[in-house]
C-alpha cells in the first residue's frame, strides 16, 4: 500500500512539473522571410507609422548589403550592396523630420572601401545614394559607429594602415560629423573633430541627455575608454572640411593624381635601362 501510495505522487508530482513546464514555453517563434544572401545583421530600423523595416548588415562574401521589407519583415529585397566592406553595414541612423536615413559601413581587409563608408536615403531605404568621405581619411577607413544628434551626423572613423615598412596595420581612431541640417544635401558640411592617439579605434558612440560618448579600445590595454562631450564644446572644437560636394570633387582630383602617379611609375619601370651582370652580358627580361 505504501509502495502505491508513492508511485501515485511520483506520478502526481510529475504531472504537475510536467504542467508548469509547458506553460513557461511560451508562444512558438513564427519563422519570416529570408534576407537574400544575408551572413550578419548588425543593425534594424523601423519607420514609425509604416510596415517598413531597413535591415543593415553584410553577406557572406565581404560585402556590405542593406534590405528592406514593406511589410513587417514578412518578405525582404536587398536595395543596396558595397564590395569590400568587412564589417558590413555597421548602423542605421534615422533624421524623421527630414525623412533621411543613413547607414554607415565597417573597413575594408582586401579591398578598398573607394572613399566611401556613408550612404542615404530620402525614400525610406528604396535607393541609396553614397557620400565620398575625405581624402584624409584614405580608402580603407570605414565607419564603426554612427549617430545623429542635433542635426549633425557623428562618425566614429577606423582607418588602418602600415607604418615604417610593417606588414601588419596601425590603428587609428578618428572622430568626424557631418551638419546634415541644409535641405540640400550637396551642401551638407563635413567637420573633423578630433584623433584619438591613446585608442586602436572607437567601438561605439552613444547619446544620453543631450551629451556624446566616445566608447574606445584601448590602445595598450584591453579596457574600453569612455569619453563624454557637450555638443557645444564640439561646436567650438569642429574644423570644416568641405561641403559633401566639394568633398566629392577633391577626393576625385586626388584619384586622377594617384592613377598618373602610378602610370608614371609604371612607364619608369618599363623603360628603365636593363642592368648588365658581370662579364657585360645583359639579363634577360
Known amino acids: 500500500m505504501k509502495r502505491a501510495a508513492q508511485i501515485s505522487f ?5 504531472l504537475f512539473l510536467f504542467q508548469v513546464a509547458w506553460s513557461q514555453v511560451g508562444p512558438s517563434w513564427l519563422i519570416q522571410g529570408n534576407l537574400q544572401d544575408a551572413s550578419q545583421i548588425r543593425d534594424f530600423l523601423e519607420i514609425p507609422n509604416t510596415n517598413i523595416i531597413i535591415a543593415a548588415g553584410r553577406k557572406w562574401s565581404d560585402q556590405a548589403a542593406l534590405w528592406k521589407s514593406t511589410d513587417n519583415g514578412n518578405t525582404w529585397n536587398k536595395k543596396y550592396e558595397k564590395w569590400a566592406a568587412s564589417n558590413g553595414a555597421v548602423q542605421l541612423e534615422y533624421a524623421e523630420a ?14 578598398q572601401l573607394t ?21 584624409m581619411l584614405g580608402d580603407h577607413a570605414g565607419a564603426n559607429s554612427i549617430l545623429l544628434l ?6 566614429a ?27 540640400n544635401p550637396s551642401n551638407w558640411v563635413w567637420e573633423f573633430l578630433m584623433q584619438y592617439p ?22 595598450n590595454s584591453d579596457a574600453i575608454r569612455i569619453f563624454t562631450y557637450d555638443p557645444q564644446t564640439l561646436d567650438r572644437m569642429a574644423s570644416r572640411v568641405g561641403t559633401v560636394e566639394e568633398v566629392r570633387l577633391q577626393v576625385e582630383k586626388y584619384q586622377a593624381q594617384l592613377a598618373q602617379q602610378k602610370a608614371e611609375n ?15 652580358k645583359a639579363l634577360k627580361q
Open 10 to 14: 511520483s506520478i502526481f508530482v510529475s
Open 98 to 111: 527630414k525623412n533621411v536615413i543613413f547607414a554607415g559601413f565597417g573597413d575594408a581587409v582586401w579591398g
Open 115 to 135: 572613399w566611401v563608408s556613408i550612404v542615404y536615403s530620402t525614400d525610406q531605404g528604396e535607393t541609396w545614394i553614397e557620400i565620398t568621405h575625405p581624402a
Open 150 to 155: 542635433n542635426n549633425k551626423l557623428y562618425i
Open 157 to 183: 572613423y577606423r582607418e588602418n594602415h602600415s607604418e615604417n615598412g610593417n606588414s601588419w596595420g596601425i590603428y587609428s581612431a578618428m572622430l568626424f560629423r557631418i551638419d546634415v541640417s541644409d535641405v
Open 198 to 219: 591613446e585608442l586602436d579605434f572607437i567601438t561605439r558612440l552613444a547619446d544620453k541627455d543631450g551629451k556624446l560618448y566616445v566608447f574606445g579600445k584601448d590602445k
Open 266 to 280: 609604371q612607364s619608369s619601370e618599363t623603360n628603365a635601362p636593363t642592368p648588365d651582370v658581370p662579364g657585360g
